[in-house]
């Protein structure tokens, strides 16, 4: 089974600062996708950032970009010129190439300072 | 797009009682998913259907657990009987092919 493992429960970040959050993952398989959700303290789940396994160019959304290491199964996420709209909990998500079920990790708390 | 649609957001309950958890995925997603979040355990997924048929309830807890799709733009998770372990977030997401899931905002059940 698949397996999401984010080893940073909280973090904090000054505001203008990069910060970058960790997750690695495992699997067996060649060709799956890799996601990055944010949950604001209003509960909401909201997609940050996606990645397929077979691109090789590191997705990139506005201040958010991703480094995958496909062969070290490590995606982790950057985030440049924090926010303090960027403080909520950040999850690692991974799924097959099928319509299977998201698998997440445990979360990192990322607190913005001002 | 009114996006995924949940309901109670909050629900508030005693140990014993039932409790139904209701959801309106996004038309025309073919996929719906109902997860749970605990802070000790993360979000797991409990069941996920494809054209209103379960797929893989393996994540079902237990028995008093049981989730129904009669339609496809309706979906149900219910507790009979609510124990206070069962207090959590109950999430309810939708998805058409291999777009990514699009999240409700949420049931907080507490049973106490």
């Known amino acids: 089974a698949q397996t999401v493992t984010q080893s940073q429960p909280e973090m904090s970040v000054q505001e203008a600062e990069t910060v970058t959050l960790s997750c690695t993952y495992d699997?067996?398989?060649?060709?799956?996708?890799l996601f990055w959700y944010k949950q604001p303290p209003s509960r909401q789940m909201i997609l940050v950032i996606r990645q397929e396994a077979y691109k090789q160019q590191n997705a990139t959304e506005n201040r958010f970009s991703v480094n995958f290491q496909k062969a070290a199964k490590s995606f982790s996420l950057k985030i440049s010129d924090s926010q303090l709209g960027d403080a909520a909990m950040y999850f690692c998500a991974y799924r097959n190439s099928g319509n299977t079920p998201l698998v997440f990790g445990k979360g990192t708390r990322l607190s913005v300072i001002a | 797009d009114a996006g995924v649609i949940q309901s109670p957001r909050h629900e508030v309950t005693e140990m014993g009682q039932e409790v139904t958890l209701r959801c309106k995925p996004i038309s025309g997603h073919d996929y719906l998913f109902w997860y749970r979040q605990t802070m000790m355990r993360g979000l797991e997924l409990l069941i996920y259907f494809n054209n209103n048929v379960p797929i893989d309830d393996s994540g079902m807890p237990e028995d008093r657990f049981s989730a129904k799709m009669p339609n496809a733009s309706f979906s149900t998770l219910k507790i009979q009987p609510s124990e206070p372990r069962d207090s959590a977030v109950y999430f309810c997401?939708?998805?058409?092919?291999?777009?990514?899931?699009?999240f409700g905002n949420g049931t907080r059940l507490t049973v106490t």
């Open positions: 699997t067996s398989e060649s060709d799956y996708y």
């Open positions: 997401a939708s998805s058409f092919a291999l777009s990514p899931l699009h």
